[in-house]
C-alpha cells in the first residue's frame, strides 16, 4: 500500500511540540514583564484639578513634606492637605492667580478639590506610613526626588518584591529619623553599620510573612 503522507510529515508531531512549547515561553515572558507593575504602573503621571509644583513648593520653597502631609507620622495614611493648607499661603500669596481658582472655589463652598491619587495600592494590601516614617524610611525612597517634579509620577513599583527587598535588608535603606524628609540624602560611609547598629537597638523587624500586609 503506497504512503499516504510524505516521510518528512513524521517531523510535524515535534515542531508542532517546539511551537507550543517556545510560544508558551514567550507568553509568560510577555505577561511577566508587560503585565507587572514596573511597566503599567511606573511612569503613571495623572493630570491633577490644580497645577502644584512640588519643584516649586519643595525645592525652591523649602516647604518640608509634613507640611501639607501632616498625618504620615501618626497614621496609616498620608493625607491630602486640606483647602485650609493651601489658603494658609495663598490667602496672601498669588491671591488672584487663575490657576489657583478651583482652590478658591473650593475654600469659598467647602468643598473638596477632586485630587487624583497617583499612588495606587491593592486592597487586600496594608501599608502604614506612620510605622517606615518612624522607622527612618525617607520619603524619596517610595516616591522619588518629588522636588524635581512640576508633575508628581510614580517612580517605583511598589510590587510586593519590590517591598521585600527593603523587609529582607532594612540597613541598606534607613536613614536617621530627622533626614526622612530630606530630598537628595546621602548616606555616611558607615552607614550600614549605624543601621544594623540601630535595628538591633530598637528591634526592628520588618515583616515578611503574608499577613504582614495582607488582610
Known sequence: MPQVFPRKANRLPALSLAAVSVGGILSVVFVWYYFSP?????????????SYSHRVHVDQL???CRYCHSFVEIADVSNI???????NCHGVVLPQSLDLMPVRASWADDSS??????????DYAQFSHAV???NGVGCETCHGRVDRMDVV????????GWCLDCHREP???LRPNEEVTTMGYMHSADYLK???NRIREEGIRPPTNCSACHY
Not at 81 to 87: G, K, V
Not at 153 to 160: A, H, K, L, R, W
Request: proline share 12%; charged share 15%; with cysteine.
Open 38 to 50: 514596573e511597566y503599567t504602573d511606573v511612569g503613571y503621571a495623572p493630570e491633577q484639578p490644580v
Open 132 to 134: 517606615h516614617v518612624n
Open 194 to 196: 549605624t543601621n544594623l
Open 171 to 173: 540597613e541598606l535603606y
Open 113 to 122: 478639590i477632586p485630587w487624583v491619587k497617583v499612588h495606587q495600592l491593592p
Open 153 to 160: 509620577s510614580q517612580v517605583e513599583p511598589m510590587s510586593m
Open 81 to 87: 492637605p486640606a483647602t485650609e493648607t493651601c489658603m
Open 62 to 64: 523649602g516647604l518640608d
